[in-house]
């Protein structure tokens, strides 16, 4: 999506520009198998950098932060390898499957166009669009037909052109060759799910955004975007305490339990918004799949390491809850296990984005 890749390597990374982190993995193949060659990471307020486990203290003007960070990242990382995969955040593109009826595949495109008029609120000269024909007939949220006879589904992938510009733009002097950029939708999926076959849902909360996403038999359905997420479980947890910011940043990485206490009195409206969005998901989907419906929900991003969170999904979803791990298709130095398992579901995003590089290299 949004790129080209041709030829067979053995070497990629994948670059995650967060809100609040950017985030790097490097991923080599050994035996067949992806291995970790190398990871960092650089905290965008300026307060730290972890290369490789290590943490030094370094700062940056907001206007060069991106790039910047970016450069002297990679400059510490010394990576081996320079084809490199970068993601847009999900609130910046649009994801929708759409239904057509049965026509050849050089008219799809032509199709697509017509319809994307009705969900993209812009020229379409100002929005890079990529789509695939999804390979069944049954069981998403966002059909336009009840008519499944002789019909095609295709999903449609929209983001505007200047955000995949301005991210092209920060591997400017970086060393790195951008091969192709991609909603973190996909990477995020790519990481956790890969071709696992089933029906599940993601629940990705990032630091300023949640991302629910329902993979159908490793395929994308739907796509929905939530523009709250853990800034605003901290801020929740510094009113309700009235404590700071950065006390309250503390307190959701400790081993309290404090979103199931019924005597906290800590109150995360978030939560609650998130779980409601998950549950109508649920219901419609599961309606119209009777015979199977969701089989678990997979919690991810940096915030679903809080202790208590998949405790509170299960009582309120009644639904079987995973935690994330994008590292379990990966080989790695077994000394690097507990910074790993400390890093979670953080680097999924960016492990996503260098195991699409072995996709396309097959």
Same mark, same amino acid.
């Given at each position: 999506m949004f790129g080209f890749f041709s030829g067979k390597k053995d070497n990629f990374i994948g670059v995650d520009f967060g809100t609040s982190s950017i985030k790097i993995i490097e991923l080599t193949l050994k035996n067949g198998k992806p291995y970790l060659e190398n990871y960092g990471s650089f905290d965008l307020a300026g307060i730290t950098e972890s290369i490789n486990g290590s943490n030094e203290p370094i700062l940056h003007s907001y206007e060069d932060r991106m790039r910047a960070a970016l450069k002297n990242l990679i400059g510490k990382m010394k990576m081996k390898g320079n084809i490199a995969f970068a993601a847009i955040p999900g609130f910046n593109g649009l994801v929708v499957l759409i239904e057509f009826p049965a026509m050849k595949e050089e008219e799809i495109e032509k199709a697509v166009e017509f319809e994307a008029h009705k969900y993209i609120p812009a020229s379409i000269d100002e929005i890079s669009l990529s789509w695939e024909i999804v390979k069944k007939n049954k069981g998403d949220i966002d059909k336009k037909s009840e008519n499944d006879g002789g019909n095609i589904e295709v999903l449609l992938v929209a983001a505007p052109k200047r955000e995949v510009s301005r991210y092209g733009n920060f591997f400017v002097d970086s060393g790195l060759?951008?091969?192709?950029?991609?909603?973190?939708?996909?990477?995020?999926?790519?990481?956790?799910?890969?071709?696992?076959?089933?029906?599940?849902?993601?629940?990705?909360?990032?630091?300023?955004?949640? @991302?629910?996403?329902?993979?159908?038999?490793?395929?994308?359905?739907? @796509?929905?975007?939530?523009?709250?997420?853990?800034?605003?479980?901290?801020?929740?947890?510094?009113?309700?305490?009235?404590?700071?910011?950065?006390?309250?940043?503390?307190?959701?990485?400790?081993?309290?339990?404090? $979103?199931?206490?019924?005597?906290?009195?800590?109150? $995360?409206?978030?939560?609650?918004?998130?779980?409601?969005?998950?549950?109508?998901?649920?219901?419609?989907?599961?309606?119209?799949?009777?015979?199977?419906?969701?089989?678990?929900? $997979?919690?991810?991003?940096?915030?679903?390491?809080?202790?208590?969170?998949?405790k509170y999904f299960s009582e309120n979803l009644k639904v079987k809850i995973e935690k994330g791990d994008p590292w379990k298709n990966l080989e790695y130095d077994k000394k690097l296990e507990t910074s790993v398992r400390k890093m979670g579901a953080s680097f999924s995003v960016a492990i996503g984005l260098a195991m699409r590089g072995f996709e396309e290299s097959n």
């Amino acid at each position: 999506m949004f790129g080209f890749f041709s030829g067979k390597k053995d070497n990629f990374i994948g670059v995650d520009f967060g809100t609040s982190s950017i985030k790097i993995i490097e991923l080599t193949l050994k035996n067949g198998k992806p291995y970790l060659e190398n990871y960092g990471s650089f905290d965008l307020a300026g307060i730290t950098e972890s290369i490789n486990g290590s943490n030094e203290p370094i700062l940056h003007s907001y206007e060069d932060r991106m790039r910047a960070a970016l450069k002297n990242l990679i400059g510490k990382m010394k990576m081996k390898g320079n084809i490199a995969f970068a993601a847009i955040p999900g609130f910046n593109g649009l994801v929708v499957l759409i239904e057509f009826p049965a026509m050849k595949e050089e008219e799809i495109e032509k199709a697509v166009e017509f319809e994307a008029h009705k969900y993209i609120p812009a020229s379409i000269d100002e929005i890079s669009l990529s789509w695939e024909i999804v390979k069944k007939n049954k069981g998403d949220i966002d059909k336009k037909s009840e008519n499944d006879g002789g019909n095609i589904e295709v999903l449609l992938v929209a983001a505007p052109k200047r955000e995949v510009s301005r991210y092209g733009n920060f591997f400017v002097d970086s060393g790195l060759t951008m091969e192709a950029i991609e909603l973190e939708t996909f990477s995020i999926a790519r990481a956790l799910i890969g071709n696992r076959p089933g029906n599940f849902i993601i629940v990705d909360i990032g630091s300023r955004s949640t @991302n629910l996403i329902l993979v159908e038999n490793g395929s994308i359905v739907v @796509n929905r975007s939530i523009t709250a997420g853990g800034e605003d479980i901290t801020k929740s947890i510094a009113e309700s305490l009235n404590i700071s910011k950065q006390r309250a940043e503390s307190f959701k990485q400790e081993n309290k339990d404090f $979103i199931n206490n019924k005597e906290s009195a800590i109150t $995360i409206p978030i939560l609650e918004l998130i779980n409601g969005e998950v549950k109508r998901m649920l219901n419609v989907y599961n309606e119209k799949n009777k015979d199977k419906g969701v089989e678990s929900i $997979i919690l991810s991003g940096g915030t679903s390491a809080m202790f208590g969170l998949d405790k509170y999904f299960s009582e309120n979803l009644k639904v079987k809850i995973e935690k994330g791990d994008p590292w379990k298709n990966l080989e790695y130095d077994k000394k690097l296990e507990t910074s790993v398992r400390k890093m979670g579901a953080s680097f999924s995003v960016a492990i996503g984005l260098a195991m699409r590089g072995f996709e396309e290299s097959n």
